[in-house]
């Protein structure tokens, strides 16, 4: 008997261990995170804490920030959160970065384990995903509350961030994909700039013209935008469609998707833009190694506040951009794009959240060090602040983003499905290009593709 | 009732001695395996909650979807063609050694140093500026006077390159067939020699079969990781496995689905799929190790 109690003694106490090694611990902090060395800023801030007397403890609170990235964005957002710890020393912000495609992966596991960052840097492209799925807080109350002053934003962009009335995110900065030239190339080849305003014939002409100057089998006149999904998305609006419908189904037709293949395989059939291989070749490579950089192509579909970060690269002429290609016959299709904050809905510290969405899109030292970072700020006042501060580059980002803005409309926000259907898009794309599809196989296996894709959620 | 309590007593100061593998093995692999069982069943975004939608992930996988399709296919290639290339290229390798050149200790390492960091992102960054348009392959064939192509663009090469870039992780495989090498007595091939056999003699009718237990090792161990192969083409590839999905490993097509796509119930059913498909091939294997492996006595 005495020998089954002990029994029983040794089994509960594995039963223990087992269920607490299972459970794991969701509010352990996150250590585990890559970027170790970031907290370091966190650490010294520590003696900070300590001369100030013993702060109200129930204001106490570490969010953690996460934000996608380069080097040099790291720094701006750090310097913004350690701006933001002095003012307030009772709010830490521990931080974790990573590049774009690191940073969605990371995300998606972590608000799958209930384990997301209280402030999210959230993007037009990626919203739906998280918003659809009701991982994102709603930030209504704080805005009404003025915990989040959203006074200075005009109302187009205030629009944007909205799902279903609710405000989801708030904007740091929009923008919107323009068509972007080397002022410097065109003019060694003799080519005249073209207009802000121009329609697809004129830019075909244009990428033509491009081409022959260049006179070299490793050169062309545009990039292929074919499997652009924003590109497609802006054409599809020119048609008075949207690309996803607000009920999130599929808006084009097959005979919509039909010209848009035929316009671009017609293209890369001239030799206007790159072959099949080229085409693969610099999917997926880095800024400064795609072949816009490389001063290889005349024309190139980019997102206007990435102006400067190209101009970084670029040693020799100026970087512009224009507008998208219209169609005469058509509507405006350029919708507002651009980098978001939003709180996910597991933050169990949301007003200190607020307050930090807050400084980064009004305090007026926070956003001399932001500047147009991502687009255009949201706030007009922190964009009257900012523009003295600009750069050559950075100003004509501004102009082409004002410019834009004022012909630029709202998207539906994009159903969950978006990504998949971008990636039917890259595939059709390329069938296409390797000559495996005609343009009008293309189309039909596209609007299939993402019908079916649409359909299922 | 007795039985039990008797089981109970005899063993269990056993299991108290187990249960830090016994923990682990529940909490990481066999709960987790479970609940990806479970949702192998379901509609689930990881966001919300598991959605019932029965066997529908598994009836889409071998109906619908042709992407699926494609990885298998992909996936089939390369094992196929990669483990009998990467074995051979080692057993040669192997042999080469074998034959006791001075500094054997220090080939030895230097041969096996590529598997060490075979499988890192470093390496199929390297792979990428090799096999690139302007990479390296193509500057030394420019050389010779052929012009190449751009490797991993093309659709038709693409997924050779990444089949080298297997065959060169041969380390591990070299390294069991050298000890394996070394089993073999020396007066087998001592008398063969007196009765006259030449050298491939003796690697026919010597060397090969009384290796046979080792390919059978290294071919079990390393169609079971081809099987499962994913860094390479995720980083050659950009994550895309393109072009024209020619690189789209199982694996990746998976984790594409999962974690890029959101549907981490149709990701798990995909991963229960290639469980069984490694089962059976290994399966396979095993069965036919009695015709053609030899083991001594």
């Keep these: ?457 | 009732m007795d039985a039990l309590r008797a089981f109970v007593r005899n063993n269990w100061v056993g299991y108290l001695f187990l249960s830090p593998w016994l923990i682990g093995f529940i909490c990481l692999s066999a709960f987790p395996m479970g609940f990806s069982f479970y949702l192998s069943f379901t509609q689930y975004d990881m966001m919300n909650a598991p959605n019932w939608i029965g066997l529908s992930n598994y009836a889409e996988m071998f109906t619908a979807d042709r992407k699926f399709m494609a990885s298998m296919k992909v996936t089939a290639n390369y094992v196929l063609i990669g483990v009998p290339l990467q074995l051979s290229f080692a057993l040669f390798i192997a042999l080469m050694l074998k034959r006791g050149i001075r500094g054997l200790q220090f080939y030895r390492a230097i041969y096996y140093v590529p598997s060490l960091f075979g499988g890192s992102v470093a390496i199929a960054l390297l792979w990428r500026q090799l096999f690139g348009g302007d990479g390296l392959v193509n500057s030394l064939l420019l050389k010779v006077g052929i012009e190449g192509m751009n490797w991993l663009a093309n659709p038709g090469t693409a997924l050779y390159t990444l089949i080298i870039l297997a065959i060169w992780q041969f380390g591990a495989s070299m390294v069991i067939f050298l000890a394996g090498l070394k089993q073999i007595p020396n007066d087998l091939y001592e008398s063969s020699k007196i009765d006259g056999a030449g050298r491939y003699r003796q690697f026919s009718s010597i060397t090969l079969p009384l290796l046979t237990p080792i390919i059978f090792f290294n071919l079990v161990m390393q169609v079971i990781s081809a099987f499962q192969a994913f860094t390479s083409s995720y980083i050659v590839s950009g994550g895309s496995g393109g072009p024209l999905n020619s690189t789209l490993f199982y694996t990746l097509y998976l984790y594409q689905q999962g974690f890029t796509n959101f549907l981490m119930g149709y990701a798990s059913a995909m991963a229960w799929v290639l469980l069984l498909i490694i089962a059976f091939i290994t399966a396979l294997i095993f069965l036919s190790s009695g015709k053609w492996v030899f083991y001594q006595e």
């Design chain 1, 1 to 457: 008997m005495k020998n089954i109690r002990g029994l029983l003694f040794g089994f509960m106490a594995l039963l223990m261990i087992i269920t607490t090694a299972c459970s794991g611990s969701n509010n352990a902090p996150p250590a585990n995170n890559a970027n170790a060395a970031d907290t370091s800023n966190t650490v010294s801030e520590q003696p900070a804490k300590e001369d100030v007397p013993a702060p109200a403890a129930e204001g106490d609170a570490e969010i953690r920030f996460t934000w996608w990235g380069d080097t040099k964005r790291h720094e701006i957002y750090n310097a913004i959160a350690d701006l933001f710890e002095k003012e307030n020393p009772n709010i830490k912000i521990v931080r974790e970065f990573g590049s774009w495609n690191d940073y969605w992966d990371k995300l998606a596991t972590q608000t799958a384990g209930g384990n997301a960052p209280d402030v999210v840097g959230m993007h037009a492209t990626q919203v739906a995903n998280y918003a659809q799925r009701g991982a994102l807080l709603d930030l209504t109350q704080y805005v009404e509350s003025g915990v989040i002053n959203l006074d200075d934003f005009p109302d187009a962009v205030k629009e944007v961030g909205k799902l279903n009335d609710q405000t989801v995110m708030v904007a740091q900065g929009v923008t919107m994909t323009g068509i972007f030239y080397n002022k410097g190339v065109l003019e060694k080849l003799g080519v005249e700039p073209p207009d802000f305003n121009w329609t697809y014939d004129e830019f075909a002409a244009k990428a033509k013209e491009v081409k022959d100057k260049f006179n070299a089998k490793d050169s062309w006149g545009s990039n292929d935008l074919s499997s652009d999904l924003t590109s497609v998305m802006v054409y599809a609006r020119q048609k008075g469609k949207n690309l996803f419908n607000d009920d999130g189904s599929l808006g084009v037709t097959k005979e919509d998707m039909v010209w848009w293949f035929s316009f671009w395989d017609k293209l890369r059939k001239d030799g206007i833009t790159p072959d099949a291989e080229t085409r693969a070749q610099y999917a997926t490579v880095p800024l400064e190694q795609s072949l816009f950089v490389l001063g290889k192509v005349g024309f190139t579909a980019v997102p206007y506040n990435q102006i400067p970060n190209y101009q970084n690269f670029i040693k020799e002429g100026e970087v512009h951009a224009l507008r998208r290609p219209t169609d005469p016959e058509g509507q405006n299709g350029e919708f507002i794009e651009g980098a978001y904050l939003s709180i996910s809905k597991s933050s169990k510290h949301p007003e200190a959240a607020a307050k930090f969405i807050n400084f980064f899109v009004n305090n007026e030292e926070a956003v001399k060090i932001f500047k147009i970072e991502q687009g255009a700020l949201g706030s007009t006042k922190a964009n009257e602040i900012v523009l003295p501060t600009l750069d050559p580059a950075q100003q004509r980002a501004v102009t082409a983003i004002q410019d834009t803005l004022e012909i630029a409309g709202k998207l539906p926000l994009p159903p969950a499905g978006q990504g998949q259907v971008a990636q039917a898009l890259t595939d059709v794309g390329e069938s296409m290009a390797f000559g495996q599809l005609t343009p009008e196989q293309a189309a039909e296996e596209f609007v299939t593709n993402a019908a079916a894709i649409l359909n299922k959620k």
